[in-house]
């Protein structure tokens, strides 16, 4: 055997079997769940008000309440709207799957690339750390992935149909992260760096669809009662104090800035630089970001792969895949610069692009190879794959117990109708005691002391900038402390009584 995997499995379509790899994994990640995520109590919470009050409610609660109705569907027959949101979640990281493969399938048809591709996609580390999470973003990456794959197949074949078919993906990928729409209106225009006949008309034909469909999902969504305006100026709003803060910048703030990072004397002289010495250090995070994203193996393969020009497949797909990163390199730095941070999510798209190289990379390898080093390079493919399924499913983060045993202390002693406030979504949600449990602030001050009202329970996921206002508001008999909650090393969760 020349290979890896045996050629009888070569020769097979590995997709519905990689669909299935999927499936068991995300069953793996539900049976043994991690704590949930923050932003998984707004998903919940916009399910619960699509289930009570309708979709026109959910939108004017959440602007992206579509990941909410999907879980709210599968809620409606009784489902646990948690549980709902993670079997909606593996269906999509399926569909994920298998379109990635496609992609590679479209890009060669070479069956030992094919296979690599799918040891690639279902042991990607960071990918599959974020199935523990409930996050709409699955659902973009998942049919933006699958409207890129149709714009390739658009090029080869020119049909309405899967210009349809590209729009509508894109389309519902919107539903997910508004960025989508930037990708639909501009992968198109690829079209003017390839080789291609009929340029005019498949751009022509591709937009055609684009507008006609853009505005019919307008139409749609007001019928349903959906308010485009608002949803529109509720986006905007989100940005707004990034963008004043960013275009009128306080001039005393940016004396101190200065007079931090340059020091008293020079802070004088250096003030009017510091733009560009932000947009530096925004340009190192993006690319710690980028990293991340990827994780340090594929990332070394894909410079490896560029640097020994192993990256052999046709100009037509690497053109678009590349469109794509560039596109999302910009969209990051965009975001980055107005909003000053960044998650590793945002780069999943392009880090999905990306590895689709990976599995090309790896073959040529093993063609370039000469056959006294071919073994060598084999166990390190062994132990490449090895580390990448450690990486994915075995968790070295601390344990959150103390969250959920500090949620059911509240709920044996309080009543339903004492006020809890909280900076933890977990102690909100599970001790029922809060409402509106999906907005909760992360930092909790002297303000909210000073604000709440005798009786009141105040539990802190403690972190270190809260500590001057709770010890002075302990110190000055407004709090007492009632009881703690730690991990192997520190008190992490403290309920406190307001006086």
């Avoid at 004043?244 to 004397?265: H, R």
Wanted: proline share 3%.
């Amino acid at each position: 055997m020349n290979t890896l995997i045996s050629d009888n499995w070569l020769r097979k379509d590995l997709r519905p079997f990689a669909v299935l790899a999927s499936l068991f994994i995300s069953l793996y990640t539900i049976l043994l769940p991690d704590s949930p995520n923050d932003d998984a109590y707004i998903y919940i919470r916009t399910a619960e008000i699509v289930l009570d009050q309708g979709i026109g409610a959910a939108f004017e609660h959440y602007s992206w309440a579509t990941y909410s109705i999907l879980i709210a569907a599968l809620g409606s027959i009784g489902i646990d709207l948690f549980l709902a949101a993670h079997i909606i979640n593996a269906a999509f990281y399926a569909l994920l799957v298998y379109v990635f493969l496609s992609i590679v399938r479209e890009i060669t048809n070479d069956e030992m690339i094919n296979a690599l591709a799918v040891l690639c996609v279902l042991l990607y580390p960071e990918l599959n750390e974020l199935r523990y999470l409930i996050i709409r973003d699955v659902g973009y990456w998942t049919f933006s992935l699958l409207a890129i794959y149709l714009f390739m197949r658009y090029l080869d074949t020119a049909r309405w149909q899967t210009a349809v078919a590209y729009t509508l993906s894109f389309l519902f990928a919107a539903t997910m992260r508004p960025e989508a729409l930037i990708y639909m209106l501009l992968l198109p225009l690829t079209l003017f760096l390839l080789q291609v006949q009929s340029r005019n008309t498949l751009l022509v034909r591709i937009y055609s669809v684009v507008c006609a469909l853009g505005i019919a999902a307008l139409l749609i969504l007001g019928m349903v009662g959906v308010n485009i305006i608002s949803l529109f100026a509720s986006f905007v709003a989100s940005y707004v104090p990034f963008l004043q803060t960013l275009i009128n910048p306080d001039p005393a703030e940016e004396a101190l800035i200065a007079s931090v990072l340059f020091g008293e004397y020079a802070g004088g002289y250096s003030d009017e630089y510091i733009v560009a010495f932000f947009a530096t250090g925004l340009l190192a995070i993006l690319f710690g970001n980028v990293f991340n994203a990827i994780g340090w193996p594929y990332f070394l393969l894909l410079i490896a792969g560029v640097w020994r020009r192993m990256l052999l497949i046709p100009r037509t797909y690497f053109v678009v895949l590349l469109w794509i990163v560039i596109l999302n390199l910009l969209i990051l730095f965009v975001f980055l610069f107005v909003t000053r941070y960044l998650t590793s999510r945002y780069a999943m798209l392009m880090s999905l692009v990306l590895l689709a190289f990976v599995p090309v990379i790896l073959a040529e390898m093993l063609r370039r190879v000469s056959d006294a080093r071919k073994q060598l390079l084999r166990n390190s493919l062994v132990v490449l794959f090895v580390y990448c399924t450690v990486d994915a499913f075995i968790s070295f983060g601390d344990s959150k117990d103390y969250v959920f045993e500090a949620a059911d202390w509240i709920t044996a002693n309080t009543t339903v109708s004492t006020t809890l406030i909280t900076n933890n979504h977990a102690i909100a949600y599970k001790s029922g005691r809060v409402e509106e449990y999906d907005y909760i602030p992360r930092y909790i001050g002297r303000d909210q002391i000073a604000e709440s009202q005798r009786g009141d329970i105040i539990a802190l996921e403690w972190s270190v900038e809260m500590e001057g206002a709770f010890r002075f508001g302990v110190t000055n008999g407004q709090i007492e402390l009632l009881q703690t909650f730690a991990d192997e090393d520190n008190n992490r969760v403290e309920i406190y009584r307001r006086l």
